[in-house]
């Protein structure tokens, strides 16, 4: 009996996380697939590539102690570097997200020297990668 309402509450679970995830794919501007590149806005254009999306959203609400425990658990992507959209969290579908929380995307590193590790970035540090048609390929601002 206990098995079966572990199943059951398993099943629920699971049922839940991938519906909303589907709402969250659905929002995104960067849908599964996509090649992106990563590129601030900031005064320094590299990119942090976190090694999970919860610290990327604490670094992201300031609350990081020391700049040690930040470079812990990022890469450091160059503007430039291409990747491709694993996942993707758009705040708008999540009605538990806190206010102003910005979306996050799940990728893996297509290019640089991190070339095939996964983290999570901002969304506001993603480009979409078009084709290159002749001459250098242009990233377009999403």
């Known amino acids: ?9 398993a099943t629920a679970a699971l049922a839940t996380s991938l519906s909303c995830g589907e ?5 995104c501007r960067a849908p599964h697939g996509d090649r992106i590149v990563l590129a601030s806005e900031a005064v320094d254009p590299d990119v942090f590539v976190w090694d999970s999306r919860d610290r990327l959203l604490t670094y992201a609400a300031g609350q990081w102690r ?3 425990a930040i470079f812990a658990h990022t890469l450091l992507a160059e503007p ?3 990747a491709v959209v694993i996942s ?5 579908s999540r ?5 102003g929380q910005p979306g996050t995307i799940g990728v893996r590193v297509m290019s640089g020297r991190y070339r095939g590790r996964y983290g999570w970035v901002l969304q506001s540090d993603t480009h ?4 290159p048609t002749g001459h250098a390929a242009v990233s ?3």
């Open 95 to 99: 009605s538990a997200a806190p206010p």
């Open 23 to 27: 709402a969250a794919d659905a929002a």
């Open 88 to 92: 993707c969290s758009a705040v708008a």
């Open 1 to 9: 009996m206990i098995h079966a309402a572990r199943a059951i509450a």
């Open 80 to 82: 430039g570097t291409q």
């Open 66 to 68: 020391d700049t040690r």
């Open 140 to 142: 377009k601002r999403f």
């Open 128 to 131: 979409l990668a078009s084709r």
